[in-house]
């Protein structure tokens, strides 16, 4: 029988978590994992060649308990001769700051901590010390919560920056270990708080299944999130291939587009799993989404539903077009948009020619130059090339009004701007926002990022060109 410093050697091998000459942060609390987790560790570093440094957040609660637990650590750290980083943080403000439960925000602040001492002492990652029953914790809160195959998955033994040496290992066997090698260690008397929901299942739920229906639950939990952990792997490698067969990203807009023909013809598993990856494409996150979110957006995929729009968390939308599924970002206002307040109402902004001009109400800056002769090279998207004897100097940015018309580059006639931008797909919710840049005669030259007009491009005529550039 192995060991507790041989099993997570044993660990650490299987799971590739470290190489020789690796350099750890060991994010150690007091408490018995984390203690357990450090001092075999200290016990590995010579045969695995590892250096060590321990990491302890104050999260600034439970009074003295909290400030006497950074101390322990210190001691601890100091005796075993490795470096240590101890800080306190606000976890009750960053609370009200990121809107979240008071767990939540926690463990978002203590990732960020870690994060910045690995960056800091150039570390390689970073050890937490979740085990078994922390595993077996976490599956049976994301089934409480209705998660799917990724939330029952649970926490995975290494992911980015961070490795979990003890998630083969039990909490009483790390007990033990501390026990039978007379270690100290200290005990949070929050973790026995029942308001908190990984706390009840802790100290209710699991036992009582442990003694009514199955005495190895824990394992058993931990056995269903490894098989869960191996076929979402099997299913994410599918759906990233499918991704690129039938979905898009278009660079400058962020926008994120999906063949609703092809997507239709999926199983519901795989059309369910495209949209969560177009959501996590588009968004950085999937934080805020919820399975029901998903559906709704499926819901677009049913006949009689183009045009149709879906609002989702953090100002994103989805929207049904003819052909294609579009997952996008609706701009937040800032201060004055869209009234007699902005600058951008009414007659517009003046634009310095040349120069470059502030447009604070889109947070970006429009540069203009005036070249001689014919700009060599086409125009990028965020950029207009025009005839600057024909535009004149007096250049002004404005929202686009009802009833303006322009004549778009190639076109023979006029076209209303509500038709540009249905022919254009622009999204409903973003159209609102959509600016011009005028002549003094309010004659539209540009449709900012977007068409400019045929009077007003240049042409083997040109002398002078306007080199109009909006930058962030």
């Known amino acids: ?213 199955n005495p190895q639950a824990r394992q058993a939990l931990h056995q269903t999130a490894r098989i869960l952990q191996w076929e979402e792997d099997h299913l994410n490698r599918e759906t990233e291939d499918w991704f690129e067969r039938l979905g898009r990203v278009e660079p400058l807009s962020h926008h994120v587009v999906l063949e609703c023909e092809a997507l239709k013809a999926l199983s519901p598993a795989l059309q369910a799993r495209l949209v969560r990856l177009a959501l996590e494409r588009g968004c950085g996150t999937l934080r805020r989404f919820t399975f029901g979110h998903i559906l709704n957006v499926l819901e677009l995929l049913e006949e009689g539903k183009s045009g149709k729009v879906v609002s989702l968390p953090g100002h994103w939308a989805a929207e049904r077009e003819v052909n294609s599924l579009k997952i996008y970002k609706i701009p937040e206002p800032k201060s004055g948009i869209i009234n007699g307040d902005n600058p951008l109402s009414g007659e517009g902004l003046a634009l310095q020619v040349p120069g470059v001009t502030a447009v604070d109400a889109l947070g970006v800056r429009i540069s203009i130059e005036v070249e001689q002769g014919v700009h060599q090279g086409a125009a990028k998207p965020n950029q207009a090339l025009l005839d600057f004897d024909k535009t004149g100097a007096s250049l002004r940015i404005r929202y686009w009004r009802p009833g303006d018309r322009f004549q778009p580059l190639g076109m023979q006639g006029t076209k209303k701007l509500k038709d540009y931008f249905k022919d254009q797909k622009i999204p409903r919710a973003e159209r609102k926002r959509m600016t011009v840049l005028t002549t003094a005669q309010d004659h539209i030259i540009w449709v900012v990022e977007g068409r400019i007009s045929e009077l007003y491009r240049i042409s083997d005529q040109t002398r002078k060109t306007l080199n109009i550039r909006v930058l962030e």
């Open 1 to 213: 029988m192995l060991s507790f410093p041989e099993k997570i050697q044993r660990t650490l091998v299987v799971h590739k978590m470290v190489k020789p000459g690796d350099h750890l942060v060991v994010a150690v609390s007091g408490g018995p994992d984390s203690m357990a987790l450090l001092h075999a560790l200290v016990r590995l570093r010579s045969s695995l060649d590892l250096r060590l440094t321990v990491a302890h957040l104050d999260h600034g609660t439970r009074g003295g308990a909290s400030a006497a637990d950074a101390e322990f650590v210190r001691q601890t750290a100091a005796g075993l001769g490795i470096p240590v980083v101890i800080e306190r943080r606000d976890v009750p403000g960053e609370r009200e700051k990121i809107g979240m439960s008071f767990q939540e925000a926690a463990r978002t602040v203590r990732l960020r901590f870690l994060e910045s001492v690995r960056e800091r002492v150039s570390a390689d990652t970073v050890a937490l010390a979740h085990t078994v029953d922390d595993q077996a914790e976490t599956v049976l809160i994301n089934l409480l919560r209705g998660g799917g195959p990724r939330g029952l998955s649970g926490m995975r033994p290494v992911r980015d920056n961070l490795i979990r040496p003890l998630i083969n290992c039990t909490r009483s066997e790390a007990v033990n270990f501390l026990q039978e090698e007379g270690i100290e260690y200290r005990q949070d008397e929050t973790n026995r708080d029942p308001r908190y929901l990984r706390n009840r299942i802790r100290m209710e739920l699991i036992p009582h299944l442990e003694q009514e229906y």
